[in-house]
């Protein structure tokens, strides 16, 4: 079946303007985990849905980074007032959860983000 | 602070022989380790797990020790093949609740090269 995919594969935009990465999980996968990589960095915890329950953020660094999970599947994250720390490569996974945290995590392409 | 850390940026193995990527970690509330491997231009593909009550895990060539008193795991590929040439992160979480429950801490990964 399909995979986790996410658009653009690429996005380069001027500093301050705000951007939407979007994210369509493996179907039937109830959880959805963002994450990012910076130049030379490990992958790093952004923010995860499971279900219905409220998202976890703790991973988002400032408040200019939002995201939502429309019906349960679809998730958009957004970075307003963009910055150029903010170029990195993001993430997205979905995994199904429907027993243990363990269920494996499977991970779209990503999207390379260029701040200028 | 980096609480999964990778410290060998890379490493160089010719076909046949073992390669042995190393990963610590700080956070003694990780119970739950997992590898990845990920290809230029993909997204992070899962290899080979561990729980911490287990000291090793054995997946055809790959096999995951961990040392849970030094705070230390291991991958060996066992022999390596050019294909295996990819960069590979190790990653921790909390299976039994806290802060870590559900989500990965990754290390900055090490780029494994093969030769032929």
């Known amino acids: 079946g399909a995979g986790v995919s996410q658009s653009p594969s690429n996005k380069v935009t001027e500093k301050g303007k705000d951007v939407e990465l979007r994210c369509d999980p493996i179907s039937g996968h109830t959880a959805l985990y963002w994450y990012r990589q910076s130049l030379g960095q490990g992958l790093e915890f952004l923010i995860y849905?499971?279900?219905?329950?409220?998202?976890?953020k703790s991973g988002l660094p400032s408040d200019r980074f939002s995201a939502e999970r429309t019906g349960g599947s679809v998730s958009t994250l957004t970075i307003q007032r963009t910055q150029q720390e903010d170029s990195a490569v993001y993430l997205c996974?979905?995994?199904?959860?429907?027993?243990?945290?363990?269920?494996?995590?499977?991970f779209g392409p990503g999207t390379r983000l260029t701040v200028l | 602070d980096q609480q999964v850390k990778q410290n060998s940026p890379s490493l160089s193995v010719q076909e046949g022989r073992i390669s042995i990527l190393n990963c610590d970690y700080t956070?003694?509330?990780?119970?739950?380790f997992l590898w990845y491997k990920k290809y230029p231009a993909e997204g992070p593909t899962f290899l080979i797990s561990i729980s911490s009550i287990k000291d090793k895990n054995e997946d055809g060539r790959f096999t995951v020790f961990l040392n849970k008193s030094a705070k230390h795991l291991s991958l060996h590929i066992v022999p390596s093949q050019p294909g295996d040439s990819a960069v590979y992160f190790c990653?921790?979480?909390?299976?039994?609740?806290?802060?870590?429950?559900?989500?990965?801490?990754f290390g900055q990964g090490t780029i494994l090269t093969v030769h032929p």
């Open positions: 996974a979905s995994s199904s959860r429907r027993l243990t945290v363990t269920d494996t995590q499977y």
């Open positions: 990653a921790a979480s909390g299976l039994y609740g806290g802060t870590s429950y559900g989500k990965l801490t």
């Open positions: 849905f499971q279900g219905n329950s409220a998202p976890d």
């Open positions: 956070n003694s509330m990780f119970d739950y």
